[in-house]
């Protein structure tokens, strides 16, 4: 009988906490705000992306957006002149290079000329930043 009760306190006192913890580390990396005009004006879309997913714009922003702004989180995102498996042979390059959340001209891609020119992008992990804070 006394083994049994000091069993129990052993067991109550070991049982694992519940997983609080783990949530709240979970965020959803991806997420962008896309528009037709500068400054989130005009037609906007946002959504949260697959990283390393390529994705065609829609009809809407296609060749048409000049506000690109990735979420402020540990990924980036390469906009593109052509869509998702289409070949590009721009001698200007054919990716704007990689947007961050701290790109000066997410609200203004008229300043580089892309807003006219956007058609595509994927997203990807920043490894660096990810191992500097988790
Ligand atoms: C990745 O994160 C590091 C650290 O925050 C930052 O210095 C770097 O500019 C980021 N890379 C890109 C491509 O945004």
Request: hydrophobic content about 40%; proline content about 4%; overall charge positive.
């Amino acid at each position: 009988m006394k083994f049994a009760a000091l069993f129990l306190a052993v067991a109550t006192a070991t049982a694992p906490a519940p997983a609080a913890a783990n949530s709240i580390e979970r965020r959803e990396l991806g997420g962008v705000l896309i528009c037709n005009g500068a400054n989130a004006k005009g037609y906007c879309q946002y959504s949260v992306y697959e990283l390393d997913t390529c994705y065609n714009l829609p009809q809407q922003l296609k060749r048409n957006a000049a506000t690109f702004v990735p979420d402020a989180d540990k990924f980036y995102c390469y906009p593109y002149l052509m869509e998702c498996g289409g070949f590009c042979m721009s001698a200007a390059g054919c990716t704007l290079g990689a947007i961050s959340s701290d790109y000066k001209n997410k609200y203004d891609l008229s300043a580089v000329k892309w807003n006219t020119i956007i058609t595509s992008f994927k997203c990807h992990l920043n490894t660096t930043a990810a191992q500097l804070t988790s």
